[in-house]
């Protein structure tokens, strides 16, 4: 965001273990900066009602003389490819709590595989064993 006073900008990344945003202004030549801790990975738009919600009351740092780094203008192809590259680097990853959950599906799954292969033996084991006893009985009568 710019405006003829200054700049801002908010960074959202992953801090083990939570989501954090890192909350930069620039205005008159001071340069201050905010922590703010999501905890859950937040959404564009909770993001957005949190600074319209709290963003007046949000803590910074004591100001630096001077200004930010400046940022070179990117060309807007450019940046769809470097967003595209990082997107596609961080596909499947998740957070902590959906990776647990992930991993919790996986030890279920096999612990139902195992449970349904047993099952199957046994039965498969008691219809040979009834299949036996059958033949047994045919014989007798001879």
Not at 30 to 47: L, Q
Not at 56 to 74: D, Q, V
Not at 104 to 119: C, G, I, M, T
Request: with cysteine; charged share 35%.
């Amino acid at each position: 965001m710019k405006n003829d006073h200054g700049r801002s900008s908010l960074t959202v990344l992953f801090e083990d273990p939570f989501w954090v945003g890192i909350y930069e202004r620039e205005e008159y030549g001071r340069y201050e900066v905010s922590k703010i801790t999501f905890g859950a990975e937040p959404k564009d738009c909770e993001v957005y009602a949190f600074l319209l919600e709290k963003g007046k009351s949000l803590r910074f740092s004591p100001p630096i003389k001077g200004t930010a780094p400046e940022e070179k203008h990117i060309n807007p192809k450019r940046m769809r490819r470097i967003a595209r590259r990082a997107a596609e680097q961080t596909a499947g990853i998740g957070t902590k709590a959906q990776q647990a959950l992930q991993l919790q599906r996986e030890q279920s799954k096999e612990e139902h595989q195992v449970l349904s292969r047993a099952q199957r033996a046994e039965q498969a084991a008691r219809l040979y064993e009834q299949k036996q006893q059958k033949r047994r009985e045919k014989h007798k009568g001879h």
